[in-house]
């Protein structure tokens, strides 16, 4: 159904004064509440707008039986000018000392009663009489489908008939019908359908869901998430906001970068949290691997029925592939935090590579325009723009894609090229840091396979890489950042027990702590080497420890025993 028909529905239903029954129903997060709170206050705010001017909202969530809804409906009466504002403890002592007769008269009551008996019990008798003077108002049931155990279904179904028919009350009941079990949904819809006079269903197009979720000038953020919303059919109003409120943190980082650079971030971000978020989306565990590319190529092996329809799913997305930065994002997605530190070194990496290939697209132009958009391309003319786009930017072209592009050219008779496509790529490529170069981190799916002589260039380049840096000041980044890179883990495994044993000593304040901490993780981690950084790091300080008694308490706060009897297992570290 329209938002359109849907407002103008809610309106009528509001200006109206005849008792009845409006439920509307939708997925969680669709923006029903706050499509009722919104309209409420504008008829609110409009003379002749709102027919009745007391109103409460309800929230099932969290109540056990009927008395209970009985009470929140009197509990959270609002009116007058209150009438947009949530319910308080101004707004209860107001109903409680001028509201209707029952509260009026029973003040007295309570008052000599309460001397003799419990004040607690005897008030609550009187406030729970207080559901009498519901009559004639405007009430809203919310979340139906999370009551509790106690409160049945059809009770509240029977409460909200009363309310009609006997206290001349208008009543709005919001749910989502899908959480219901299909067992008793059947049964749910009959007894829905005999009390509700009019049954709305909240389903909002993509374009209906971006009008509700913002409102206002349009920032810059939401200048580039529109449109990437629209594309994936986001219609959770909830999830919507999730992602601008972390797209904003996004920019926020980001903000010293070039404008293509937070494009492509926030571009990444909207795909990972619609796949986090969302049911029945591809897993980012897909999309960490998508060679837009290439997955739409059919596979002579066969392809998994799933992951095709992950790559249809993601066609018309504009994202090709996924590289360092988009990875860091996608950690970020599925935390719900960005590692600053981390994503701020890499996209300066990727603007870095960027700079270098300036004028690029061409590549990626000949993969879309020449072989996936037209049948009439010769295919010699593909393959020579094919390889010439690859030689010309291969410092801009992830792993991924120009592993495709050689096995492309190896698979049409072209290995000569294919071959001079690796040497020019690895020569491009030279500045990367060393995990660049190990052929793992890139996450090459089955159907992609690696090319022999592409995995054989990356290991060689891997096995001969030198890195120069300060051991101490690699030390200190992992101890700051509390993470590590693989040519980090590999530059400390080459540390000696008396090597950590002189830099634990050279630090102090609080990146003493959080250096150790992080060393013995790494040395816990899955990492390769990991085992010799745990060795080396806990005798350094043991070496520490046995300088003294206080500095044996100071590593023992590390879980690191001085003195450990022959065989036993190495004690982990813990935080104190």
Sequence with gaps: MSLKLIEEEIQRFLGSPDPEVLCITGKWGVGKTYTWDRLLAQAHARPEGLAIQKYSYVTLFGLNSLEDLRFSIFENTVSGANLSKDASLKSFVELIAVGGDVARKGRHVLELVSAFFNRKAIADVVLKAG???????????????????GLEVRDVLGLISFLKTKRDCKVVLLLNEEQFDSGNKLEFRTQLEKVADKILVFDLLPNEAIEIAFTGPESAVQTIIKPLIGILRITNIRIIKKIEKAADRLAEILKDHEKPIVNDAITALVLGMWAHLEPNTPPISFIRNYNGFFDSIPSKNGQDVDELSYAKMLEPYPYSSTDELDNVVLDGAEAGYFNSTRLLEVADLVASRNRKAEGGGTFSRVWAEMYHRSLAVDDAMFLDALFESGVHEAALITPLNMNSAIKMLRENGRSEQADELVQKYVAARTDEALEFFDINNHHFTVQDGVDPRFR???????????????????????????NWSAADAAMLSKLSAEDFERMFEKLDGDLLRSTIEAVLHLGNSSTPDAGAIRHAAKEGLRRIGRKSPLRAQKVARYGVIIEEPEGSAETQPHAV
């Excluded at 260039?457 to 101890?479: I, W």
């Design 456 to 482: 054989a260039a990356f290991e060689e380049k891997f096995a001969s890489f030198v890195d120069d840096r300060d051991p101490f000041d690699v030390l200190k980044k992992v101890g700051s950042q509390g």
């Design 131 to 149: 559901f009498l003077n519901v009559r004639t108002q405007l009430v809203c049931i919310d979340d139906l489908e999370r009551a509790g155990k």
